[in-house]
């Protein structure tokens, strides 16, 4: 399990300022702990991000004892998508919890090779279920079954990890391949004469053969 240090905040302590300091604020809560506010440095808390997202647990220390945590919610900038807070939550060891998880789509399809198809990702983010230990990263969605553009992968070919449920319907489709769409080429608009237009020119020739 990867580790992350934070140390406890003072509830004094502006947040802009900290997060000038390249310090990111936050609060940890859950199952039999009272809630406490923290820091820890941002680049720190990216780091352990890009590896654990929302639904892997991971150990953090704040004044000498751990937690096996989940990285709960987060709250960006709403210009620059920065994160500028973050919710660390213990989870019960006996009750299930629900969280997202990303989709990653592996293989070669050959609709997409042979047949010059677009691969169409329906779903890219389920809601799982289950202990928060056996909680899944992300998720393979393998599109090699998808040959020809009847093929679809859906919910219930996904491989989940023991004890965690998808929350999503089995048919519902994750991917599929369609075929690209062809460029018509734009035919000139006629434009219609004006209305009379016919008359005056039948005037005009009638009056030059006088």
Same mark, same amino acid.
């Given at each position: 399990?990867?580790?992350?240090?934070?140390?406890?905040?003072?509830?004094?302590?502006?947040?802009?300022?900290?997060?000038?300091? #390249?310090?990111?604020?936050?609060?940890?809560?859950?199952?039999?702990?009272?809630?406490?506010?923290?820091?820890?440095?941002?680049?720190?808390?990216?780091?352990?991000?890009?590896?654990?997202?929302?639904?892997?647990?991971?150990?953090?220390?704040?004044?000498?004892?751990?937690?096996?945590?989940?990285?709960?919610?987060?709250?960006?900038? /709403?210009?620059?998508?920065?994160?500028?807070?973050?919710? &660390?939550?213990?989870?019960?060891?006996?009750?299930?919890?629900?969280?997202?998880?990303?989709?990653? &789509?592996?293989?070669?399809?050959?609709?997409?090779?042979?047949?010059?198809?677009?691969?169409?990702?329906?779903?890219?983010?389920?809601?799982?279920? #289950?202990?928060?230990?056996?909680?899944?990263?992300?998720?393979?969605?393998?599109?090699?079954?998808?040959?020809? &553009?009847?093929?679809?992968?859906?919910?219930?070919?996904?491989?989940?990890?023991?004890?965690?449920?998808?929350?999503?319907? /089995?048919?519902?489709?994750?991917?599929?391949?369609?075929?690209?769409?062809?460029?018509?080429?734009?035919?000139?608009?006629?434009?219609?004469? /004006?209305?009379?237009?016919?008359?005056?020119?039948?005037?005009?020739?009638?009056?030059?053969?006088?």
């Amino acid at each position: 399990m990867i580790s992350l240090t934070a140390t406890i905040r003072n509830k004094k302590e502006k947040l802009n300022i900290l997060r000038k300091q #390249g310090v990111l604020p936050a609060v940890l809560y859950g199952e039999g702990i009272e809630s406490a506010p923290i820091k820890m440095a941002l680049k720190d808390f990216q780091e352990i991000f890009s590896q654990a997202g929302e639904s892997s647990l991971i150990c953090l220390e704040v004044a000498g004892k751990k937690y096996d945590v989940l990285i709960h919610q987060l709250d960006r900038d /709403p210009v620059s998508g920065q994160i500028v807070h973050s919710d &660390f939550y213990q989870p019960s060891t006996k009750r299930k919890v629900v969280v997202e998880v990303q989709l990653v &789509f592996e293989g070669e399809s050959l609709a997409v090779k042979d047949l010059d198809g677009v691969l169409v990702k329906e779903i890219q983010v389920i809601e799982v279920k #289950g202990l928060a230990r056996s909680l899944p990263r992300e998720i393979v969605a393998d599109i090699t079954s998808l040959k020809t &553009f009847n093929d679809r992968v859906r919910i219930a070919d996904l491989k989940m990890p023991a004890g965690v449920e998808c929350l999503k319907h /089995p048919e519902e489709i994750v991917a599929l391949v369609v075929p690209q769409k062809e460029e018509k080429e734009e035919t000139p608009p006629v434009l219609a004469a /004006p209305e009379g237009a016919g008359e005056k020119a039948a005037e005009s020739s009638e009056e030059s053969s006088k």
